[in-house]
């Protein structure tokens, strides 16, 4: 079983659309909870970064933790077609040299 | 935020020759990078870890005689490939956690997309 498990799509919907990207997890150690956006040939970039259960909101994204489940969700408000990108999810057990454990990352394609 | 730059950004280079990957923390000191190796529709496959003043540590499979890692100070961390071979060729990305006392995510670097020809 992989520590991280995330569907990999790809996953397409219409422009406008609420997108749910989800990740479950085996391990409690797991702390750090972040969700990065990667578009083609780049490199992946900071959507969100959390470590309490909850909700976090940052402008069109929220971010969802529950640790009692080991599930994790980004959600994605009035999706537009430059969102489309694969989104990884990445865990760690502390935030200070520990390494980073990825889920498969899910390929989203927002259609016009 | 914090940043990392890395470079080059693509290189192609021919068979049996080595190419040095450079990252860079710009606006923090990182005492740790992650090293990852990336295929086509793949996620990230961490390489080795490199910490300031040490060595490397490498994960399971993967050459240090191959791919040196330098952590020569707080700001910068390199890989070289050496002796590059086409199936070297990948995208080669950095990161770096945030620094001491710092509560935010890990920082990746732009890429690195290396060809062997």
């Known amino acids: 079983q992989k520590e991280v498990e995330q569907d990999p799509g790809p996953l397409s919907v219409p422009e406008g659309a609420i997108v749910s990207l989800n990740c479950t997890y085996s391990n409690s150690a797991f702390q750090y909870f972040m969700w990065y956006r990667q578009y083609s040939r780049k490199g992946p970039e900071l959507l969100m970064y959390t470590y309490s259960s909850g909700n976090k909101e940052d402008g069109r994204f929220t971010a969802q933790v529950d640790k009692s489940s080991k599930y994790i969700s980004l959600f994605i408000r009035d999706s537009q077609p430059s969102d489309s990108a694969t989104y990884l999810c990445a865990l760690s057990r502390d935030n200070q040299g520990g390494k980073l454990i990825f889920g498969q990352g899910t390929e989203l394609s927002v259609k016009p | 935020g914090a940043v990392v730059s890395q470079h080059p950004s693509r290189v192609i280079c021919k068979s049996g020759t080595s190419v040095k990957i450079e990252c860079r923390s710009l606006d923090f000191q990182a005492t740790t990078m992650f090293w990852y190796r990336q295929f086509p529709k793949q996620s990230l496959m961490l390489m080795a870890t490199s910490n300031e003043g040490s060595k490397a540590t490498y994960e399971q499979g993967v050459e240090k005689d191959k791919f040196l890692i330098n952590h020569a100070s707080l700001t910068l961390s390199t890989l070289t490939v050496t002796s590059a071979h086409p199936e070297d060729s990948s995208f080669y990305i950095c990161?770096?956690?945030?620094?001491?006392?710092?509560?935010?995510?890990?920082?990746f670097g732009s890429g690195t997309r290396l060809t062997v020809v």
């Open positions: 990161s770096a956690p945030p620094g001491q006392g710092l509560n935010y995510g890990y920082t």
